[in-house]
């Protein structure tokens, strides 16, 4: 089962609409029915009932984060806060620790070498640091998604040709 992170978000905070100035980029975008007027979501592509969020230039488009991206800014969100959860309870293990042992040397041996080198490898890893698994530009091909905006401009220049 695979997860549709941009319907996903426009479920739980609503839809982002955009009218923009451009005459054939404003018809793409927009459809009249017989409930009302729709514009088309920048983030997942379906048209919501209503006036649009915000209007003007197309280059003034808010940048909406979508499919990888998105779904990038979950998994942070919840490694916060897995890492605030696993903190108080470090904090607390090593309140115990200092409460109750003789051998706190050893205890904090193991979370300064271990952990340590271990988180840095992950986030080397994980972030494509120092060109790490294609470094910068796999990173930026990776989270590249055109928006609807840009895929409506680019189907009105080839249309215009």
């Known amino acids: 089962m695979t997860i549709d ?3 996903r978000t426009c479920a739980r905070r609503g839809h982002v609409t955009y009218a923009p100035d451009e005459p054939r980029l ?3 975008l927009y459809a009249d ?3 009302g007027t729709a514009w088309r979501c920048l983030r997942c592509g379906d048209f919501a009932l209503g006036d649009p969020h915000g209007e003007g230039p197309a280059d003034r488009a808010p940048l909406v984060p979508r499919g990888k991206g998105l779904r990038d800014v979950f ?3 919840f490694l916060a806060v897995e890492r605030a959860v696993r903190g108080v309870f470090i904090a607390l293990v090593a309140l115990a620790v200092w409460r109750f042992s003789n051998s ?6 193991l979370f300064d070498e271990y952990l340590d080198v271990l988180a840095v490898l992950c986030i080397l890893l994980a972030k494509r640091l ?3 698994r294609g470094g910068h530009h796999a990173f930026e091909q990776e989270r590249h998604s055109a928006s609807p905006l840009e895929v ?3 189907a009105a220049v080839g249309a215009r040709a």
């Open 33 to 35: 029915t017989a409930l």
């Open 75 to 77: 998994v942070l969100r």
């Open 152 to 154: 409506e401009e680019t």
């Open 104 to 109: 706190k040397d050893a205890v904090h041996r």
């Open 26 to 28: 404003r018809e793409r």
């Open 130 to 132: 120092f060109g790490l």
């Open 5 to 7: 992170w941009d319907r």
